[in-house]
């Protein structure tokens, strides 16, 4: 018997949009500008805020440089999505390598 996936059953959820190889690129390399811009700022603090609140988490807006923490991962986005509505933010754990998990 030969098992189906619901999305072969389907077809494509949206097959209007098709991304072509340069339009992904782009969307990858705006990705990790964000990123790297979010990062620096995380870079920056990382030193002292390990020292008071390891393993928390941070969420950083990086247009205005404000960044919120809390232990709780949700609790940190939702601060920082009150403040700055419709901004894009990115979270962080609070440790030597800033990763929420482990593989």
């Not at 949206?14 to 782009?26: D, G, H, L, S, V």
């Amino acid at each position: 018997m030969i098992k189906t996936t619901a999305t072969r059953l389907r077809g494509r959820i949206f097959p209007e949009i098709q991304w072509t190889t340069e339009q992904k690129a782009e969307r990858e390399a705006e990705s990790e500008a964000f990123y790297q811009r979010c990062y620096a700022i995380f870079d920056r603090v990382k030193a002292e805020l390990i020292a008071t609140h390891y393993n928390w988490f941070i969420a950083i807006e990086p247009d205005r440089g404000e960044y919120f923490i809390d232990r709780d991962l949700e609790v940190a986005s939702l601060q920082c999505r009150e403040k700055h509505p419709g901004k894009l933010h990115y979270t962080f754990r609070i440790n030597e390598s800033g990763a929420c998990g482990s593989i």
